[in-house]
């Protein structure tokens, strides 16, 4: 039921209290709207939200999507997702229920609703592409057996549903496929890259190159990509997607591994570790149509953004217990 009272947009975040939802989350109450966070904390956590407990216009609620939710919204964010290899590949099973019955779920929502509702979906649907840049044409290279398919194909599923909600409901969805993002409140143990040579170096252990570090990501700075998930929620209604954010400034995982070093003034040492199967071996988005449709374009330099990142892994590393980050 519409309350009566109120004329603020409320903004249902879920998978709010992880890397990108608490960002989202803060950039949507500066905005002014109500903001409810829903997450069953899987591989987020508290702290990220810790600052918005006492906000009068925020609330957490913890739930996991899977099952179904009855609240009243006025827009949907669907960020409820594991999203580190590491954390997706260590419940498989529970992955696939998360991007599969959590749209649904948050599709049925929507459609009661008939409100908007914005799927954060990955890059990781075109698999090991075969094409560079990615442009959102290309139906992708994906093992649909392998051990990133959990991943991948439940998110390649939930874009298939979000279409045939909007085909058959007509029901309003955006759809946007994030590409490599990284900032402060990653998780120190999320094994994802940026992260975890910032850790390595700065406890000046040995950096993990998997592989001979070739293989190349393209890193976008947090506060940019959620000014695109925000600019796509707030589109015309015909543009619903898919459509790639990313920066497309490409580096090899070695270059990567470089840069944090000299950055942190590391004395780790570089080491080889097997490239995991299924690993991309290119990955750099076009971003056209982010561009043309959303006037979006990431400007944010890797060398700033990994300083402002390892600021941020420093005072953790600080201020934590030693087994939440080594
Ligand atoms: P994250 O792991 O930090 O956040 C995901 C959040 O979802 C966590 O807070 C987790 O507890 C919650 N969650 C997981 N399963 C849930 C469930 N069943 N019910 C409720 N909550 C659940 O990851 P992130 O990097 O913030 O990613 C957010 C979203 O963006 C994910 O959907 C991810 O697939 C997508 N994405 C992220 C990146 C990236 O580089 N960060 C790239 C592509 C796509
Ligand atoms: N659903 C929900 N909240 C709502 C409305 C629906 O969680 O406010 C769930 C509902 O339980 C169902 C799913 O969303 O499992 C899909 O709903 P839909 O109406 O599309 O299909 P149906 O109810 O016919 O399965
Ligand atoms: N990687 C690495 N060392 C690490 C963690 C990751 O060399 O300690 C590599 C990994 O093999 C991949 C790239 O870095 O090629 C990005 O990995 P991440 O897990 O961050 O994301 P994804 O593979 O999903 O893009």
């Avoid at 009566?4 to 903004?11: E, F, G, L």
């Avoid at 709010?16 to 966070?37: K, N, P, T, Y």
């Avoid at 057996?145 to 969805?173: M, N, V, W």
């Avoid at 004395?267 to 750099?284: A, G, I, N, Y």
Wanted: glycine share 8%; hydrophobic share 35%; charged share 25%.
């Amino acid at each position: 039921m519409k309350r009566v009272y109120n004329s603020r947009k409320r903004i249902l975040v879920t998978g709010g209290a992880g890397f990108l939802g608490s960002h989202l989350c803060d950039r949507l109450l500066e905005s002014g709207a109500e903001v409810l966070c829903v997450d069953n904390l899987f591989t987020g956590t508290k702290r990220n939200i810790e600052h918005l407990l006492t906000h009068p216009r925020f609330e957490f609620m913890r739930h996991d999507v899977t099952i179904p939710l009855y609240v009243e919204v006025d827009e949907i964010y669907n960020l409820a997702c594991p999203a580190s290899p590491i954390h997706y590949q260590h419940d498989p099973v529970q992955t696939t229920k998360t991007s599969v019955h959590g749209a649904i779920n948050m599709l049925g929502l929507a459609t009661r609703l008939k409100c908007p509702i914005l799927q954060a979906s990955t890059s990781e649907v075109y698999g090991d592409a075969l094409t560079s840049p990615q442009s959102e044409g290309y139906w992708g290279n994906v093992n649909p057996i392998g051990i990133r398919s959990c991943y991948d194909e439940g998110k390649r599923c939930a874009e298939t549903l979000f279409f045939d909600y909007h085909r058959q409901h007509a029901l309003p969805i955006k759809v946007v496929r994030i590409f490599n993002t990284y900032g402060p409140r990653m998780h120190p143990q999320d094994g994802r890259v940026v992260s975890n040579f910032i850790r390595q170096a700065l406890l000046d252990e040995d950096i993990t190159i998997f592989g001979d570090g070739s293989q190349t990501r393209s890193f976008c700075y947090v506060d940019e990509l959620v000014e695109g998930l925000i600019r796509m929620m707030n589109s015309d209604p015909e543009i619903i997607g898919p459509i790639n954010l990313g920066n497309p400034h490409e580096s090899t995982v070695l270059e990567l591994a470089e840069l944090i070093v000299q950055l942190t003034g590391s004395r780790s040492k570089l080491v080889r570790r097997e490239l995991p199967s299924d690993d991309p071996v290119q990955r750099c988005p076009d971003i056209k149509l982010a561009k043309e449709h959303l006037n979006w374009t990431p400007k944010v330099e890797l060398s700033d953004g990994v300083m402002r990142t390892i600021e941020y892994f420093r005072d953790l590393i600080g201020s934590a217990a030693p087994h939440e980050v080594s």
